[in-house]
């Protein structure tokens, strides 16, 4: 696996993939509180994501 992959995705005890919501970097004025309070939570990484993530 490429480090950069690695330093965004989180493997946890039971072997999940999670990953942090997109668009939280920066520029928050322009974004609803509900998006941003939704967006705050890890995303897990499944399916083709995983395999193209896992295979690179």
């Given at each position: 696996?490429?480090?950069?992959?690695?330093k965004?995705?989180?493997i946890?005890?039971?072997g999940?993939?999670?990953?942090?919501?997109?668009?939280?970097?920066?520029?928050?004025?322009?974004?609803?509180?509900?998006?941003?309070?939704?967006?705050?939570?890890?995303?897990?990484?499944?399916?083709?994501?995983?395999?193209?993530?896992?295979?690179?």
């Amino acid at each position: 696996m490429k480090k950069s992959i690695s330093k965004r995705i989180h493997i946890t005890k039971t072997g999940k993939v999670r990953r942090r919501a997109m668009t939280l970097g920066h520029s928050r004025i322009n974004k609803r509180t509900t998006q941003i309070k939704r967006k705050k939570n890890t995303r897990s990484l499944e399916g083709v994501k995983m395999n193209k993530v896992i295979n690179n």
